[in-house]
């Protein structure tokens, strides 16, 4: 059996699936995203979503689903599945489906009497064009299928309404058409391998509810123009393919494009090589260079995000060269911040001035250097030096070097830290002063560039900044979450890890084991480390309601689980081969979410109490990244 395999109890249990969405990208930007039973219940959901710059700056839905149709007899049976306003399901396609399966690409086998049909999905790499096949499995007497495209032609931030200013007009192509509701929107083209039957017949379809926007407190009714539809025989054993793109194809040459797409990918047959898959597809490969977006389905390249993931999306699983290609342009990037043209040249790495992010592309490039340390100096010494010269000459918008060699920031007026949460534009959580990951950042930062430079120019540096961090952060148990005059926060927060985890720690071996304990005793879960410990008044465990309640939970109790990453290096560190149980304990835990939300990968973050219910990002680069960092380390323990 597949290790990405569903049955028919769970799929026609609509409150089970609904729940479970799947996404494929083509490493550019665009996607394909939806439930299991191809019922959208996301905005962002939808058969083809792209990047389009001529456009705006979001990505767009342009064909937001497909109906399928099977014909017997005069007799008709839609497979699809929507659900309407007050939640009503129409049609109810999910009644037919016997099977999803997601190995090497995703596969649903319908059964309907006599038609068993099969439709299989892939994303072209690096073009913004998703192919459908379908094969008719088994049928006993002439069967036609008929293909009903809804078309939405909108940011995925807003939702498509029934207007007079669409333009419901289609032009016909080589076994298809082509449309274009709106300017400046470029013409989508739907195309199929053989020759179809299309009926222009425009209407506009309204009242689709989206339930998971319903849940965040969001608008959530959208209505969707459908043009006509396609009609066309299927014998016994054909496959046909459909495809919808941002230019016209060659129908003939659909069944080589998926050939040769399908024999690149990778079979999804345990954890790690589902998460594999998953960390390939946060690659945004454009003309600008090679990024990282944060997640699914909303993030963009955000500096911190790319930075804390680029080890675990690349060189866990062996991608050496894509790792040198996003350090590349995360390089030019930075180099435009640090020279002053970041408010001339618009980057495309979000967040590049927060006072840590600099600091986690360094220890990007440490995890490089584990294997390949000669490469690594050739490549990044002189961005690292030119990285800690420039906040060593108080030239950080956002940074001031204290005489104590601690590094101090004002997070009072805006966040400082991915803990970033805001209401009427001021900090939920106003971390200030002296932060302890930013400081156990910098120690490392610039341990790491003392280790390769051959002048030992940082060695005083050093000492003096591992002496001030366990003066300012050591309570005696563990270490405050910042400090700022003489202020000192006390509240229990998984942020003291990085002072353990980091590969140059300012921390003595006791103090290391402490701080592990605590967050063992107090943060820990099966899904990782929760933001704040439930002893603090603060605590809020559950991420619901509107947006408000949501960004005021967010950060005080919800499950991180790209922390994971920290806490396991570092309880690795401290316990070595005695804690390899443990982990993989944990790992059992991050096991479990594979088959529970979007299948294959991992959510953003989870309640904070049992039952750890995933919420934000379907499908979100830290965590994935820093997972797949656990399971090398594993392997190397």
Same mark, same amino acid.
């Given at each position: 059996?597949?290790?990405?395999?569903?049955?028919?109890?769970?799929?026609?249990?609509?409150?089970?699936?609904?729940?479970?969405?799947?996404?494929?990208?083509?490493?550019?930007?665009?996607?394909?995203?939806?439930?299991?039973?191809?019922?959208?219940?996301?905005?962002?959901?939808?058969?083809?979503?792209?990047?389009?710059?001529?456009?705006?700056?979001?990505?767009?839905?342009?064909?937001?689903?497909?109906?399928?149709?099977?014909?017997?007899?005069?007799?008709?049976? &839609?497979?699809?599945?929507?659900?309407?306003?007050?939640?009503?399901?129409?049609?109810?396609?999910?009644?037919?489906?016997?099977?999803?399966?997601?190995?090497?690409?995703?596969?649903?086998?319908?059964?309907?009497?006599?038609?068993?049909?099969?439709?299989?999905?892939?994303?072209?790499?690096?073009?913004?064009?998703?192919?459908?096949?379908?094969?008719?499995?088994?049928?006993?007497?002439?069967?036609?299928?008929?293909?009903?495209?809804?078309?939405?032609?909108?940011?995925?931030?807003?939702?498509?309404?029934?207007?007079?200013?669409?333009?419901?007009?289609?032009?016909?192509?080589?076994?298809?058409?082509?449309?274009?509701?709106?300017?400046?929107?470029?013409?989508?083209?739907?195309?199929?391998?053989?020759?179809?039957?299309?009926?222009?017949?425009?209407?506009?379809?309204?009242?689709?509810?989206?339930?998971?926007?319903?849940?965040?407190?969001?608008?959530?009714?959208?209505?969707?123009?459908?043009?006509?539809?396609?009609?066309?025989?299927?014998?016994?054993?054909?496959?046909?393919?459909?495809?919808?793109?941002?230019?016209?194809?060659?129908?003939?040459?659909?069944?080589?494009?998926?050939?040769?797409?399908?024999?690149?990918?990778?079979?999804?047959?345990?954890?790690?090589?589902?998460?594999?898959?998953?960390?390939?597809?946060?690659?945004?490969?454009?003309?600008?260079?090679?990024?990282?977006?944060?997640?699914?389905?909303?993030?963009?390249?955000?500096?911190?995000?790319?930075?804390?993931?680029?080890?675990?999306?690349?060189?866990?699983?062996?991608?050496?060269?894509?790792?040198?290609?996003?350090?590349?342009?995360?390089?030019?990037?930075?180099?435009?911040?640090?020279?002053?043209?970041?408010?001339?040249?618009?980057?495309?790495?979000?967040?590049?001035?927060?006072?840590?992010?600099?600091?986690?592309?360094?220890?990007?490039?440490?995890?490089?250097?584990?294997?390949?340390?000669?490469?690594?100096?050739?490549?990044?010494?002189?961005?690292?030096?030119?990285?800690?010269?420039?906040?060593? &000459?108080?030239?950080?918008?956002?940074?001031?070097?204290?005489?104590?060699?601690?590094?101090?920031?004002?997070?009072?007026?805006?966040?400082?830290?991915?803990?970033?949460?805001?209401?009427?534009?001021?900090?939920?959580?106003?971390?200030?002063?002296?932060?302890?990951?930013?400081?156990?950042?910098?120690?490392?930062?610039?341990?790491?560039?003392?280790?390769?430079?051959?002048?030992?120019?940082?060695?005083?540096?050093?000492?003096?900044?591992?002496?001030?961090?366990?003066?300012?952060?050591?309570?005696?148990?563990?270490?405050?979450?910042?400090?700022?005059?003489?202020?000192?926060?006390?509240?229990?927060?998984?942020?003291?890890?990085?002072?353990?985890?980091?590969?140059?720690?300012?921390?003595?071996?006791?103090?290391?084991?402490?701080?592990?304990?605590?967050?063992?005793?107090?943060?820990?879960?099966?899904?990782?480390?929760?933001?704040?410990?439930?002893?603090?008044?603060?605590?809020?465990?559950?991420?619901?309601?509107?947006?408000?309640?949501?960004?005021? &939970?967010?950060?005080?109790?919800?499950?991180?689980?790209?922390?994971?990453?920290?806490?396991?290096?570092?309880?690795?560190?401290?316990?070595?081969?005695?804690?390899?149980?443990?982990?993989?304990?944990?790992?059992?835990?991050?096991?479990?979410?594979?088959?529970?939300?979007?299948?294959?990968?991992?959510?953003?973050?989870?309640?904070?109490?049992?039952?750890?219910?995933?919420?934000?990002?379907?499908?979100?680069?830290?965590?994935?990244?820093?997972?797949?960092?656990?399971?090398?380390?594993?392997?190397?323990?």
């Amino acid at each position: 059996m597949d290790y990405l395999n569903f049955d028919r109890t769970t799929l026609v249990n609509l409150e089970k699936s609904l729940t479970k969405e799947m996404l494929r990208t083509n490493r550019s930007g665009a996607y394909n995203s939806t439930t299991i039973v191809d019922c959208n219940t996301r905005k962002y959901h939808g058969q083809l979503v792209v990047p389009l710059p001529e456009v705006g700056e979001d990505n767009y839905v342009l064909l937001s689903s497909l109906d399928e149709t099977i014909i017997q007899h005069n007799a008709e049976f &839609n497979l699809a599945v929507h659900q309407y306003k007050g939640g009503q399901i129409s049609p109810n396609g999910h009644k037919y489906i016997r099977e999803f399966t997601c190995n090497v690409i995703s596969k649903t086998v319908y059964r309907v009497g006599g038609v068993i049909i099969s439709k299989e999905r892939l994303m072209i790499k690096n073009t913004p064009r998703i192919i459908t096949k379908y094969t008719l499995l088994d049928a006993h007497s002439a069967t036609t299928i008929r293909f009903k495209p809804f078309l939405a032609f909108r940011s995925v931030h807003t939702l498509s309404r029934e207007n007079s200013d669409v333009n419901t007009s289609c032009d016909e192509v080589n076994n298809g058409i082509r449309c274009k509701l709106y300017e400046p929107f470029p013409y989508l083209y739907m195309q199929f391998s053989k020759k179809a039957e299309y009926v222009h017949n425009p209407y506009w379809y309204n009242g689709f509810e989206y339930g998971k926007e319903q849940e965040r407190g969001y608008d959530y009714l959208e209505d969707l123009l459908v043009p006509g539809w396609f009609e066309m025989p299927i014998k016994k054993g054909e496959s046909i393919y459909f495809t919808a793109g941002l230019d016209e194809m060659q129908p003939r040459t659909l069944k080589s494009l998926w050939d040769k797409e399908l024999a690149q990918r990778n079979p999804r047959t345990d954890m790690f090589n589902c998460l594999k898959n998953a960390a390939r597809q946060f690659a945004k490969k454009q003309a600008e260079g090679t990024f990282l977006l944060a997640g699914y389905p909303w993030f963009k390249a955000r500096a911190r995000d790319e930075f804390i993931s680029l080890p675990g999306a690349t060189l866990s699983i062996g991608d050496i060269d894509i790792f040198k290609e996003i350090a590349s342009s995360a390089m030019r990037e930075i180099n435009d911040f640090i020279e002053g043209q970041s408010t001339l040249l618009k980057g495309q790495i979000e967040e590049l001035d927060a006072p840590d992010a600099m600091l986690w592309f360094i220890w990007a490039v440490q995890q490089y250097a584990i294997e390949n340390r000669a490469d690594a100096i050739a490549s990044y010494k002189g961005i690292i030096v030119k990285i800690i010269d420039f906040i060593l &000459n108080q030239k950080h918008p956002y940074i001031r070097l204290m005489d104590n060699g601690l590094l101090y920031v004002n997070g009072t007026i805006k966040p400082m830290t991915w803990m970033n949460a805001i209401e009427d534009d001021r900090p939920i959580t106003p971390r200030t002063g002296y932060i302890v990951e930013t400081n156990a950042l910098w120690y490392n930062a610039i341990c790491f560039a003392d280790s390769i430079s051959r002048s030992k120019k940082y060695e005083n540096l050093t000492e003096q900044v591992k002496n001030s961090f366990v003066e300012m952060f050591w309570n005696g148990i563990y270490l405050y979450d910042f400090v700022d005059g003489n202020y000192k926060d006390v509240e229990v927060r998984p942020n003291m890890i990085y002072a353990v985890s980091l590969p140059f720690s300012p921390l003595d071996k006791f103090q290391q084991k402490s701080v592990i304990d605590i967050c063992t005793k107090e943060l820990l879960t099966t899904k990782g480390l929760r933001s704040l410990s439930p002893k603090s008044g603060g605590y809020r465990p559950n991420y619901v309601g509107g947006m408000k309640e949501r960004n005021r &939970n967010y950060h005080n109790g919800p499950v991180w689980p790209f922390l994971t990453g920290a806490y396991c290096e570092a309880y690795l560190k401290v316990y070595k081969n005695s804690g390899v149980s443990f982990v993989e304990r944990q790992m059992i835990g991050m096991e479990a979410e594979m088959k529970k939300l979007c299948i294959g990968t991992l959510s953003e973050l989870y309640d904070g109490n049992p039952p750890y219910k995933g919420h934000g990002a379907m499908s979100y680069a830290p965590t994935v990244a820093e997972i797949l960092r656990t399971l090398v380390l594993l392997r190397s323990n």
